[in-house]
């Protein structure tokens, strides 16, 4: 539990539940469509936001300190092994600076919160 008055984690932590649901109504509206509009991420980084979003909720909050501290090293390890499988894999085309951006954040993310 990160310390500090108890009302300021339960702040934090519904502003975290509302991205959450964001990227959650994202993956759901857009489910099985190959395109996305302009300007909205990717459904990885749905995901991953998804990810982060929970785990830090899981730390403002330690009654869901539930899961044993390895299974948060296995999510975030693996997130970040997806992203730099993503950075790195071999491409027809080079990528464009805002993806390789979002796949060296992700990855890192990945790697500060395991």
């Not at 990885?44 to 990810?51: G, N």
């Amino acid at each position: 539990m990160v310390g500090g008055p108890i009302w300021v984690n339960w702040v934090l932590s519904s502003l975290l539940g509302l991205v959450c649901l964001s990227c959650l109504a994202r993956l759901a509206i857009y489910r099985g469509t190959r395109t996305r509009p302009a300007g909205s991420p990717h459904w990885h980084e749905d995901v991953s936001q998804l990810v982060m979003g929970t785990g830090m909720i899981a730390m403002l909050l330690a009654w869901l300190g539930a899961l044993p501290k390895a299974v948060w090293l296995l999510v975030f390890l693996g997130e970040a092994a997806i992203f730099a499988i993503l950075l790195f894999r071999r491409q027809d085309t080079p990528l464009a600076p805002t993806d390789s951006w979002q796949y060296v954040h992700h990855l890192m993310a990945g790697l500060a919160m395991s």
